[in-house]
């Protein structure tokens, strides 16, 4: 299959699943705050953080559940998919210097509207280094 060749519904089963593995750097930490506007001083002021529950900076919650993002789009699934939905819970704190592991696992598969439109449901997770539950969560992935 070519970089730009759509996966096929067809080619997947429930149980199959694929995984995502990267380490949080403060440069990461800074740069999703750039891009997303999202400033508050826990994630980018280290005097605050001090401060706070933690007692240091911890990374944004979205950021972990943006790895689940990319082993759907890029290691799960590929070109032709849609990411249709996520819902997610973050459960514990990242700090700098984690590295996460985030999987996707099918879950269900079905189809609407006289098979046209056909969707894969699957469970998400992002553990840390110390194999700790981060973020869960379930990804819906349309096919069309």
């Known amino acids: ?19 995502f593995t ?3 750097t403060e440069k990461d930490v800074m740069t999703f705050a750039e891009v997303t506007g999202d400033f508050n001083p826990i994630h980018v002021n280290p005097e605050f953080a001090k401060t706070q529950m933690f007692g240091k900076q911890v990374a944004h919650g979205a950021l972990s559940s943006g790895l689940i993002s990319a082993v759907l789009g890029t290691k799960l699934f590929g070109p032709g998919i849609l990411y249709g939905g996520q819902t997610v819970k973050f459960v514990k704190p990242v700090f700098f210097g984690d590295t996460l592991t985030a ?10 509207k006289e098979g046209k439109l056909k969707f894969i449901i699957c469970d998400t997770i992002v553990k840390n280094q110390d194999d700790e539950v981060v973020t869960t969560g379930e990804g819906t992935i349309v096919f069309m």
């Open 1 to 19: 299959m070519s970089d730009l060749e759509p996966v096929k519904y067809e080619d997947y089963k429930v149980g199959q699943s694929a995984s």
């Open 22 to 24: 990267k380490k949080i």
């Open 103 to 112: 999987v996707a696992t099918v879950k269900e598969m079905f189809t609407k």
